[in-house]
């Protein structure tokens, strides 16, 4: 794994002006097959080899190595910073730059809280549904040595020009489903199909909006490419037998169990936060319709349009910025953010951006940067410079906004 000193990322941030350019990072899921959405070149989805599955994951500003057996690379889903100095190309891992850098890069308030970047976001590219499954609370996941994972889901239009095999996902469980019957669909799991998502209600997804997702409830992710914030964890088990016509190996039933613990039906059940899962008012609780960061009139007058995307989680929130064509904005947000392209080019700060069409397995882009808190709070300059097309991007910022409300509306950031 390449780790470069502090005078790499040092002259990084500084020659960035505060910005961060950041590599793509491709993760595989032997369990998935690919809905081929995310950019990634044809003949590179399955770049890593059979035996590793699908490519059907991008992950964005990440510090989070991913969790994939045996044989995951020991950087897999880390992000790289990219740097040019002197005509050479030079790179280093986000999270050593975070390391490194600490408050000055992630805002101090997070660095003394968290000792790092403690979410990721990525894309999700999936050509059918994910089984039925869960990410484990806190106290569960340090069992494991993992923290709890709450996550939402966006589904950006620009990635979903096919709705894939089941654009539905199921979330909990129905009311009134009794734990016994939970139990029997668990013990059931090696005996075929356990039938867990008949106990369970399916919601169609719809562009342009999202659902928040805390950790202990069940949810089956349908089949639209889904942008998606997430504490920096990959904890999880799989509740559901058989996804499809493919069946799920039984250690992902038991994964992040406590060794001791493994085969034991009650911890499963213990993982589940019963009464989330069967709340009757679960879609007035999670859905996420986009809500204006400040007063519509007042964006469209200064070409811009900026929406929250993800508010109902403390531990990150997210949000789609909109440039409209030609239009220059200085933007202000009170925390450090991870951004990645959807739809256009112009420039970031210093940086020249672009929505690549395809992206080949190794290739650099210029799609993906991060944002250092005092260049968020200062100001980002970001021009549209086509005449026609917008430019739109997607934001994840770490727990504690300062600039969302308890709604979601209004009292955010600024404008320069």
Not at 18 to 44: E, M, N, Q, T
Not at 132 to 158: C, D
Request: net charge negative; glycine share 10%.
């Amino acid at each position: 794994m390449l780790k470069q000193d502090g005078k790499t990322v040092q002259r990084a941030i500084n020659g960035g002006k505060g910005i961060l350019r950041l590599a793509p990072a491709w993760v595989p899921r032997s369990f998935c097959i690919p809905g081929r959405r995310i950019k990634l070149h044809p003949d590179d989805y399955y770049s890593l080899g059979g035996v590793r599955g699908g490519i059907d994951e991008r992950w964005l500003s990440s510090t989070t190595a991913a969790d994939n057996g045996p044989l995951t690379s020991p950087d897999e889903g880390l992000s790289y910073l990219v740097f040019e100095d002197g005509g050479r190309l030079e790179k280093a891992l986000l999270r050593d730059a975070v390391e490194e850098l600490k408050g000055e890069l992630i805002g101090e308030s997070l660095w003394q809280n968290y000792k790092g970047w403690p979410l990721f976001s990525k894309f999700f590219d999936n050509k059918g549904a994910l089984p039925h499954h869960i990410h484990h609370r806190q106290e569960h996941a340090a069992l494991v040595g993992q923290v709890g994972k709450p996550e939402a889901y966006y589904f950006p239009p620009q990635l979903n020009n096919h709705d894939g095999d089941f654009p539905y996902t199921f979330f909990g469980l129905k009311p009134g489903t009794s734990q016994e019957a939970v139990r029997q669909a668990l013990e059931s799991f090696k005996r075929g199909d356990n039938a867990i998502t008949a106990l369970s209600q399916a919601y169609r997804l719809e562009l342009g909006t999202g659902w928040d997702v805390p950790p202990g409830i069940l949810h089956a992710p349908g089949s639209l490419c889904t942008y998606e914030p997430q504490a920096a964890s990959d904890v999880f088990a799989m509740y559901q037998s058989l996804c499809g016509d493919r069946p799920v190996p039984v250690e992902l039933l038991w994964k992040d169990t406590p060794q001791e613990r493994v085969g034991d039906y009650d911890y499963l059940m213990e993982v589940i936060d019963w009464e989330a899962n069967i709340d009757p008012d679960f879609a007035a609780r999670h859905f996420m319709p986009p809500l204006p960061a400040h007063p519509i009139e007042e964006m469209a007058q200064e070409g811009y349009s900026e929406m929250w995307i993800c508010y109902r989680s403390s531990a990150f929130s997210a949000k789609e910025l909109t440039i409209m064509p030609g239009r220059s904005v200085t933007i202000r947000d009170s925390a450090a953010y991870g951004l990645i392209m959807m739809q256009g080019h112009g420039r970031i700060g210093i940086w020249e951006v672009e929505t690549p069409a395809l992206i080949h397995y190794g290739q650099l882009t210029y799609d993906e940067f991060f944002v250092s808190e005092r260049a968020a709070q200062e100001g980002v300059e970001i021009v549209n410079t086509s005449a026609s097309d917008p430019l739109v991007m997607l934001k994840h910022f770490g727990p504690g906004n300062p600039d969302l409300s308890p709604t979601g509306r209004y009292d955010t950031g600024g404008r320069g």
